[in-house]
């Protein structure tokens, strides 16, 4: 037997998300793994802390948390989708996530929560054929995203709506990305 590097882009992520953990667990993360939330269109850190945000983490649990989903779901979905298209649907849940939040919010973001939740929803759709609905994907979508609808209305400095979000990327990737075995996205 031997150790393989079998899911490249999830494996990445989540080094970046240790490592920028390990490297400021006494200070506060760089401005890039903090989304502000505010518009700042001439300062280049603001475009990179619209994915950046996704790296840094407020604890321990918090990144234990979400690198264990990452973990668990990435190579999954990297079988399925192939790298490349994996990396494009972190990288737009992030962005879209982002975007969203700084119209809606004014306080910071910080996590990969949205993507932990984007992949939990892509992953209940991973068998979907033609035009037919799994109950699991009803069911899961129900749990996760219906309970983070019914968390936030608690006051407990979560960003539910991080997780509503990427609960409905993931679902519409579902939908609308071909395995690759094909070779287009459908978007």
Request: proline share 3%.
């Amino acid at each position: 037997m031997k150790i393989t590097f079998n899911a490249p882009v999830t494996l990445a992520f989540s080094l970046i998300c240790a490592v920028v953990y390990f490297i400021f667990t006494t200070n506060t993360p760089p401005r890039i793994c903090i989304l502000g939330g505010y518009f700042d269109w001439t300062n280049w850190q603001w475009y990179v802390s619209l994915v950046g945000y996704t790296m840094g983490h407020g604890s321990l649990s918090h990144l234990i948390g979400n690198l264990s989903l990452i973990l668990l779901l990435g190579p999954i979905l990297e079988e399925k989708y192939g790298s490349k298209k994996l990396f494009f649907m972190i990288v737009l849940s992030a962005v879209i996530t982002a975007l969203v939040h700084i119209l809606f919010f004014s306080h910071n973001l910080i996590g990969a929560s949205g993507i932990a939740f984007m992949m939990i929803t892509l992953v209940s759709l991973t068998n979907v054929r033609g035009k037919e609905i799994p109950i699991t994907f009803i069911l899961i979508f129900a749990l996760y995203v219906g309970g983070e609808i019914l968390r936030s209305f608690e006051n407990d400095n979560v960003s539910q709506f991080a997780h509503i979000a990427g609960g409905i990327i993931g679902a519409i990737f579902g939908f609308k990305v071909k395995p690759k075995n094909n070779s287009s996205l459908i978007l």
